[in-house]
């Protein structure tokens, strides 16, 4: 008991000490202490922030696999890693230098390459700056792989994934985001507004999608040849469930996060953010249920990330009541847009071009009509060109990368290797090896749509013989 005293004793002595030495406090040592305060509070926020995005690809994963069918779940869930794996490696070694490196013209960065700008001992806000735009370049890559699902070849993918992170994202971002760090991109320097991505990350991703898919051309049993649309139902959608509650809450840290800073501007982004995607998955809900005459879970989910994507760009710029009508035009925007998409042949198996690209220009659009200081009609003429600037640059680019990659290495697999499914012929093994997987019929699309043929489903080994749909 003595010993605790005097250890006690000893550290309070030392306190009073280190008080002494530091004198008495003035209004500039209260004001750098504050400082640093809140410094360390942006640090905190803006990794926690990238936390939640970087968890995000869980629920793109979840979302994807669950709307697709069961012989190629591990494909998918390998294309959603090796877009983080690849693409933070990308965009370490190019993407981030071309998108916020020193830009004399605008256009591009030519510095901060491998991380240059990071200087041992010096402020490290370079890492964490990185750290929350690594799990942005990653989002945009992920949205592509939902639309190609099922029947890309993985090593083609690989490459697209690379090339997005590394070259179309950064260039269109630096365009519109350039000026956060060292560079300043043209579109920026018009007012243009996509505060946390509308178009930057999803229209770019969705544009991209959009090329994979046509390029690829659409699945085997997809479309018949009397020209009916015969949709093909995903596995699990208590899956594709989870994984839409994942990204809503990611979503938490996708345009709060976008503050780069811990303040109270954060407050308004949070409830418009949820706003738009309960007002997205309600009409959605609605759409739907007058459309197909039941409410159809898929489109539901869809609605739910559309109302999400659209308020990315205008969260910080409109009151919550804005934030509603956003969202719920998003719901509805995407039930029609799936149904376009299909009665032209386009496959998309998760919806990705409806609720990334189609909303992320809606989103954009939106940012000018709705702002909170009111209509500008000069705004939504700046809008309007960085929604065609960003398909102008992205669709082309993909178009051409997706085609090089089909002429060399190849970007679809063959027939037989799509009817086996893409876990055994890509990487040889199955994702649910204890079931058999057997084909029902009816049903409404798992993205929207008429009934459907061969929704697959997962029985036990003494129920069925295991074989693949």
């Given at each position: 008991?003595?010993?605790?005293?005097l250890?006690t004793?000893?550290?309070?002595?030392?306190?009073?000490r280190?008080?002494?030495?530091?004198?008495?406090?003035?209004?500039?040592?209260?004001?750098?202490?504050?400082?640093?305060?809140?410094?360390?509070?942006?640090?905190?926020?803006?990794?926690?922030?990238?936390?939640?995005?970087?968890?995000?690809?869980?629920?793109?994963?979840?979302?994807?696999?669950?709307?697709?069918?069961?012989?190629?779940?591990?494909?998918?869930?390998?294309?959603?890693?090796?877009?983080?794996?690849?693409?933070?490696?990308?965009?370490?070694?190019v993407?981030?230098?071309?998108?916020?490196?020193?830009?004399?013209?605008?256009?591009?960065?030519?510095?901060?390459?491998?991380?240059?700008?990071f200087?041992?001992?010096?402020?490290?806000?370079?890492?964490?700056?990185?750290?929350?735009?690594?799990?942005?370049?990653?989002?945009?890559?992920?949205?592509?792989?939902g639309?190609?699902?099922?029947?890309?070849?993985?090593?083609?993918?690989?490459?697209?994934?690379?090339?997005?992170?590394?070259?179309?994202?950064?260039?269109?971002?630096?365009?519109?985001w350039?000026g956060?760090?060292?560079?300043?991109?043209?579109?920026?320097?018009?007012?243009?507004?996509?505060f946390?991505?509308?178009s930057?990350?999803?229209?770019?991703?969705?544009?991209a999608?959009l090329?994979g898919?046509?390029?690829?051309?659409?699945?085997?049993?997809?479309y018949?040849?009397?020209?009916?649309?015969?949709?093909?139902?995903?596995?699990?959608?208590?899956?594709?469930?989870?994984?839409?509650?994942?990204?809503?809450?990611?979503?938490?840290?996708?345009?709060?996060?976008?503050?780069?800073?811990?303040?109270?501007?954060?407050?308004?982004?949070?409830?418009?953010?949820?706003?738009?995607?309960?007002?997205?998955?309600?009409?959605?809900?609605?759409?739907?249920?007058?459309?197909?005459?039941?409410?159809?879970?898929?489109?539901?989910?869809?609605?739910?990330?559309?109302?999400?994507v659209?308020i990315?760009?205008p969260?910080?710029?409109?009151?919550?009541?804005?934030?509603?009508?956003?969202?719920?035009?998003?719901?509805?925007?995407v039930?029609?847009?799936?149904?376009?998409f299909?009665?032209?042949?386009?496959?998309d198996?998760?919806?990705?071009i409806?609720?990334?690209?189609?909303?992320?220009?809606?989103g954009?659009?939106?940012a000018?009509?709705?702002?909170i200081?009111?209509?500008?009609?000069?705004?939504?003429?700046?809008?309007?060109?960085?929604i065609?600037?960003?398909?102008?640059w992205?669709?082309?680019?993909?178009?051409?990368l997706?085609r090089?990659?089909?002429?060399?290495?190849g970007?679809?697999?063959s027939?037989?290797?799509?009817?086996?499914?893409?876990?055994?012929?890509e990487?040889?093994?199955?994702?649910?090896?204890?079931?058999?997987?057997?084909?029902?019929?009816?049903?409404?699309?798992?993205?929207?749509?008429?009934?459907?043929?061969?929704?697959?489903?997962?029985?036990g080994?003494?129920?069925?013989?295991?074989?693949?749909?």
């Amino acid at each position: 008991m003595r010993a605790v005293i005097l250890v006690t004793l000893s550290l309070l002595v030392g306190v009073a000490r280190a008080w002494a030495e530091d004198g008495p406090a003035t209004l500039e040592s209260n004001k750098t202490a504050i400082e640093l305060v809140q410094t360390h509070a942006n640090y905190m926020w803006v990794l926690i922030a990238a936390a939640l995005v970087f968890f995000m690809q869980a629920g793109f994963a979840l979302v994807e696999t669950g709307l697709t069918r069961a012989k190629n779940s591990i494909n998918i869930m390998m294309k959603n890693l090796m877009d983080f794996a690849i693409g933070s490696l990308a965009f370490w070694a190019v993407g981030f230098g071309l998108m916020f490196g020193v830009s004399k013209t605008g256009w591009f960065g030519t510095s901060g390459f491998f991380l240059s700008d990071f200087i041992p001992g010096e402020d490290p806000w370079v890492l964490a700056f990185w750290m929350f735009q690594v799990v942005f370049a990653a989002t945009a890559a992920t949205i592509v792989s939902g639309a190609m699902a099922e029947r890309t070849r993985f090593i083609g993918y690989l490459i697209y994934s690379a090339g997005i992170s590394a070259v179309i994202y950064p260039v269109f971002g630096s365009w519109a985001w350039g000026g956060a760090f060292k560079g300043g991109g043209w579109l920026q320097g018009l007012g243009f507004i996509d505060f946390a991505g509308s178009s930057v990350v999803h229209s770019v991703g969705g544009w991209a999608a959009l090329a994979g898919a046509l390029v690829l051309g659409p699945r085997m049993g997809k479309y018949g040849s009397d020209g009916k649309i015969r949709p093909i139902l995903g596995h699990n959608m208590p899956l594709a469930s989870l994984g839409v509650f994942i990204l809503w809450l990611g979503w938490f840290g996708f345009n709060p996060g976008s503050t780069l800073a811990a303040n109270k501007d954060t407050a308004l982004i949070f409830v418009n953010t949820n706003l738009a995607a309960a007002a997205g998955c309600t009409m959605a809900l609605f759409t739907s249920w007058v459309k197909f005459g039941k409410p159809e879970i898929g489109m539901t989910l869809n609605g739910a990330l559309a109302g999400l994507v659209a308020i990315t760009s205008p969260c910080a710029t409109v009151t919550p009541l804005s934030s509603v009508i956003i969202g719920a035009v998003a719901g509805v925007i995407v039930v029609l847009a799936v149904l376009f998409f299909d009665r032209i042949r386009i496959d998309d198996p998760v919806g990705a071009i409806s609720v990334h690209g189609v909303n992320g220009a809606w989103g954009t659009l939106a940012a000018g009509l709705f702002h909170i200081n009111g209509f500008s009609l000069s705004q939504l003429g700046v809008q309007l060109l960085g929604i065609v600037a960003c398909f102008v640059w992205t669709f082309p680019t993909a178009f051409i990368l997706f085609r090089i990659i089909a002429k060399t290495v190849g970007l679809r697999v063959s027939p037989e290797e799509e009817l086996e499914g893409l876990d055994t012929s890509e990487h040889g093994g199955i994702a649910y090896p204890d079931f058999g997987v057997i084909a029902q019929s009816g049903g409404i699309s798992s993205s929207g749509g008429p009934p459907a043929f061969g929704r697959t489903a997962l029985v036990g080994p003494q129920m069925a013989p295991a074989r693949q749909s």
